[in-house]
């Protein structure tokens, strides 16, 4: 199975900053990696597909870059509602895996 | 408008079974591929499996294959998880997902229902 080591677990940031979130695969994926946000209220949604393709209705503050092993998402500018939990997943093979999770905090 | 809606759920004794159900609106179920992912107490999210648009094919997280089954029945728009001989470990918030398909495997989790809690305790 391939492993996404997703660093940090948790974030403090104030409003108006700029967060990168990074996630590492144990081997090379091909770029076939996406982003999920979850609300504290549970409701998961994808942010970004294929490394750096925006899903529709997703907000421009957010990007994503990498390659190979090593991904990262961006999100330019934080907004209230951008405090969440954040996933990054691969489907280069089967099974599909998740990393650990990034909590966004507010600082 | 999109929604998957999980039942099913509860307390439930290791070694028992229980059945899941997601039931589809606002989008053509029979057209998508289905998952189901889970996300255990500790946050952490574990795909279980999917099941192809017309039922004729599922692949499972290796781990799992022996205990659960993913079923569908399109003209109820519902999709189906059977779990058997539960574990402590199963303990987990279980996520319906419609998917995209590409090439062969799950390329994204497209929508997402609410999650039912599967609580396995004796």
């Known amino acids: 199975d391939i492993q996404m080591t997703q660093t940090p677990s948790s974030m403090p940031a104030s409003l108006g900053e700029r967060v990168t979130i990074s996630c590492r695969a144990s081997?090379?994926?091909?770029?076939?990696l996406n982003w999920y946000q979850q609300k504290p209220d549970g409701t998961i949604k994808p942010l970004i597909y294929y490394t750096s393709n925006l899903q529709s209705g997703v907000p421009s503050r957010f990007s994503g870059s990498g390659s190979g092993t090593d991904y990262s998402l961006t999100i330019s500018s934080l907004e209230p509602e951008d405090f969440a939990m954040y996933y990054c997943?691969?489907?280069?093979?089967?099974?599909?895996?998740f990393g650990s999770g990034t909590k966004l905090e507010i600082k | 408008e999109v929604q998957l809606v999980e039942s099913g759920g509860g307390l439930v004794q290791p070694g028992a079974s229980l059945k899941l159900s997601c039931v589809a609106s606002g989008f053509t179920f029979s057209d998508y591929w289905m998952s189901w992912v889970r996300q255990t107490p500790g946050k952490t999210m574990e795909w279980i499996g999917d099941i192809k648009y017309d039922g004729s094919y599922t692949n499972y997280a290796p781990s799992l294959k022996n205990r659960f089954t993913i079923s569908r029945d399109n003209a109820k728009s519902t999709l189906y998880l059977q779990m058997s001989n539960v574990r402590s470990e199963d303990t987990a918030t279980y996520y319906c997902?419609?998917?995209?398909?590409?090439?062969?495997?799950?390329?994204?989790?497209?929508?997402w229902g609410q999650g039912v809690m599967v609580t396995v305790s004796s």
């Open positions: 997902t419609g998917s995209r398909h590409t090439m062969g495997i799950t390329s994204l989790f497209d929508y």
């Open positions: 997943q691969q489907y280069d093979s089967s099974p599909l895996t």
């Open positions: 081997q090379g994926i091909s770029n076939y």
